[in-house]
Nanobody, 117 residues
Framework: QVRLVESGGGLVQPGGSLRLSCAASGSIFSVDTMGWYRQAPGKQREKVATIDVGGTVNYVDSVKGRFSISRDNIKNTIYLQMNSLKAEDTAVYYC???????????WGQGTQVTVPS
């Protein structure tokens, strides 16, 4: 089993910044990919950013140039630095860990990010 614990959400004014953290514990493998997803009210969950163990990153187009994902493989923790936040970034952000060997996904409990319009 894998446990993901997120932190760092909150309320921030447009143009502001937040940093999300997600610490993983349990049966983690070095090849696991981790990432952040978000779900706004009435919308489907979407992938925001992912990072593999080698540091290769991917971002959804809407956050490129504003968000940055990073990973500490010693601490089994990922971070999402969010800058220039917009109202449309408002959502619950979920940490994800994907185990390719088992094709299995784990999810954190979610953390709310609110950017008022």
């Amino acid at each position: 089993q894998v446990r993901l614990v997120e932190s760092g959400g909150g309320l921030v004014q447009p143009g502001g910044s937040l940093r999300l953290s997600c610490a993983a514990s349990g049966s983690i493998f070095s090849v696991d990919t981790m990432g952040w997803y978000r779900q706004a009210p009435g919308k489907q969950r979407e992938k925001v950013a992912t990072i593999d163990v080698g540091g290769t990153v991917n971002y959804v187009d809407s956050v490129k140039g504003r968000f940055s994902i990073s990973r500490d493989n010693i601490k089994n923790t990922i971070y999402l630095q969010m800058n220039s936040l917009k109202a449309e970034d408002t959502a619950v952000y979920y940490c994800n860990l994907h185990q390719p060997f088992y094709d299995r996904d784990y999810w954190g409990q979610g953390t709310q990010v609110t950017v008022p319009s």
